[in-house]
């Protein structure tokens, strides 16, 4: 089994840690690196995920035609191999109807690639959330550790998520 794409198509320049917002035709033809990075995020999630990584391709392809619940593919490529990836989707208020967050849905970076890709995606989505006039980035994880990593990025921890299961599984 392939462990990542060896290589996108060229229309992803060839320069050091590029960061761009994937077309369908990129999203296609580097599926099999973002799905290899959805399923190792949900491998760590330990079973609180329930999506499968066809479902956020879905909803990638909603983004692609700007349809509601739609999502962004944001690629961070080295030499023109994706090393890390972020996927972005409005967060709406509940009582205002109005989208006030662009949620990180899902964030992955190869870990045997060393490289500036999260500093880079990083301001690259904060700079585009800035730009559509979102009053914050937001993200849910189960991983407790992360807060500290992403703290020196100025992220903070502002609520906590509880859940009462209604069915057993």
Request: aromatic content about 8%; glycine content about 6%; some cysteine.
């Amino acid at each position: 089994m392939a462990r990542r794409v060896a290589e996108c198509p060229s229309m992803i320049a060839r320069v050091e840690t590029e960061v761009l917002c994937a077309t369908r035709d990129t999203m296609v033809a580097c599926w099999g690196f973002v799905r290899h990075g959805l399923l190792a995020v949900k491998r760590k999630a330990k079973g609180a995920i329930v999506w499968h990584p066809e479902h956020l391709r879905l909803a990638l392809e909603k983004g692609f035609t700007r349809e509601p619940g739609g999502a962004e593919l944001w690629l961070a490529c080295s030499s023109g191999t994706p090393v890390a990836f972020v996927i972005t989707t409005p967060e709406y208020d509940p009582f205002l109807n109005l989208p006030m967050s662009l949620y990180v849905w899902i964030s992955y970076h190869d870990p045997l690639v060393r490289s500036d890709a999260v500093p880079k995606l990083e301001a690259v989505i904060e700079e585009v959330a800035r730009a559509r006039g979102f009053a914050s980035l937001r993200c849910m994880t189960t991983r407790k550790g992360l807060l500290p990593r992403l703290a020196p990025f100025g992220w903070r921890q502002v609520l906590v998520v509880l859940e009462k299961p209604l069915y057993e599984e």
